[in-house]
Every structure is written in structure tokens, then in C-alpha cells.
């Protein structure tokens, strides 16, 4: 099984910078997907990781490191739009997902 | 597009009666997916269907029942509904079970 942790809750300002780390222990391991939900909506996908380094898509980032089994999303430029859950994900050896109970973050004016 | 459709969008439901959850996708994806979503737990995958005609058992499948009788379609039941099933139901689909997945809007179902 997959064991996934992630901060409940982060708050930053409208522009600023905000990091959300993803920790995980895995019995296999096949890529890593960070998805953004707002309030009342379904996830939608943002995010795709499986070699080690950082993908970088626009105001969002995401790195992984698979030796330290940690991943973080990186996003710039914080929007009011952005403020959301960041839901993390592990898919195993079967391909399927394993997601993480998800980051609320909260952007400020 | 449509995409992903899930109905009813919520309901609420006596507990021993049954339900059935409906889920439709015009993309012609392989690969489906229901997953219950609670406060605090994340998403938790419940049954799953790499193609048309197979079906597979995710992390809590117990109470609930799939088939999967053509692509488009995979509907979730519910034989006798128990409060500890009230939550919120995503659908899934992806091309493959090796791409990612895309969600449909929900369900919210209560089980009094």
C-alpha cells in the first residue's frame, strides 16, 4: 500500500511563492500526479512526475525525488483563482493511484 | 464536450434501500475509476476497470458492486446503503491505465 503525507493547510499572499511538499512510502512506485480541486469541483490534473528533477508548466512546478520519496509543487505568482486543495498522488506497479488527503491553500489579498 | 457525467449530482438515500451511480464518458477511454471522497481521507479508490468487460477491487470495495458492459459506461451500486457510505463519488476515466486521469463532477450522496 502507499502511505502519503501532505500539510493540511498553507495561506499565503496574492503574488507570493508557496511550496507544498508531498512525502510517501510506497510498495511500488510508477510516477506521481499532483491535482488541483477547488471547493465543490472534481480534481483536475496538473502535474506529472516520474524521473527524478523538476517539471516546470508555466506558474506551476513540480519536483521529484524518488531516493527520498518526496515530491513538491511549486506555484508562482499566486493568484486569488489559485486558492484550492493540491491533491498528491502515487500510482503503483498496477497503475493505480493512492492520493494524499490533499493541501488547502489559501491565497490572501 | 461532455467528457465525464455522473447523475444524480446528489441524493439522499435511506439506509438499506439501494442505489445505483451512474457514470458515462465520450472519450473513449479505456480505463475507469470510482473513488469515494471524505473530509480528511482524500480520495479512496473503491472499484476500477483497466477495460470493457473487466473489473477490479480497490482500496475500500466492500458494500459496493461495478460492471462494466461497454466502454462508456460504469456504473457503481450500492445493494444496501449504510450511513457510513455518505460521501462524495467521483468518476474517473484515463485513455490507458498508464495515463492520467480525468474526473467527473460527483456525486454527493447521503445515507440517512
Known amino acids: 500500500g502507499q502511505n502519503i503525507d501532505q500539510p493540511t493547510e498553507m495561506t499565503a499572499t496574492e503574488g507570493a511563492i508557496v511550496q507544498i511538499n508531498c512525502t510517501y512510502q510506497?510498495?511500488?512506485?510508477?510516477?506521481l500526479f499532483w491535482y488541483q480541486q477547488h471547493a465543490g469541483e472534481a480534481p483536475t490534473f496538473l502535474s506529472y512526475n516520474v524521473l527524478d528533477g523538476l517539471e516546470e508548466k508555466g506558474r506551476f512546478s513540480s519536483f521529484l525525488s524518488r531516493s527520498k520519496g518526496y515530491s513538491y509543487l511549486l506555484l508562482k505568482e499566486l493568484q486569488m483563482k489559485d486558492s484550492a486543495s493540491y491533491l498528491c498522488?502515487?500510482?503503483?506497479?498496477?497503475?493505480?493511484?493512492?492520493f494524499g488527503a490533499g493541501t488547502t491553500v489559501t491565497v490572501r489579498a | 464536450t461532455a467528457g465525464i457525467t455522473q447523475a444524480p449530482t446528489s441524493q439522499i438515500l435511506a439506509a438499506g434501500r439501494s442505489m445505483t451511480l451512474r457514470c458515462t464518458q465520450d472519450m473513449r477511454h479505456n480505463a475507469m475509476y470510482w473513488y469515494r471522497q471524505d473530509l480528511g481521507l482524500g480520495l479512496r479508490l473503491i472499484h476500477y476497470?483497466?477495460?470493457?468487460?473487466?473489473?477490479g477491487k480497490g482500496e475500500v470495495p466492500d458494500g459496493y458492486s461495478v460492471s462494466r458492459a461497454n466502454t462508456d459506461d460504469f456504473p457503481l451500486t450500492l445493494a444496501s446503503a449504510v450511513p457510513s457510505q455518505t460521501s462524495v463519488y467521483f468518476c474517473?476515466?484515463?485513455?490507458?491505465?498508464?495515463?492520467?486521469?480525468?474526473f467527473g463532477p460527483g456525486t454527493r450522496l447521503t445515507v440517512l
Open positions: 498522488a502515487v500510482r503503483d506497479g498496477d497503475y493505480k493511484l493512492s
Open positions: 476497470s483497466n477495460t470493457a468487460g473487466t473489473t
Open positions: 510506497t510498495s511500488g512506485f510508477n510516477g
Open positions: 474517473a476515466s484515463s485513455e490507458a491505465a498508464s495515463n492520467e486521469q480525468f
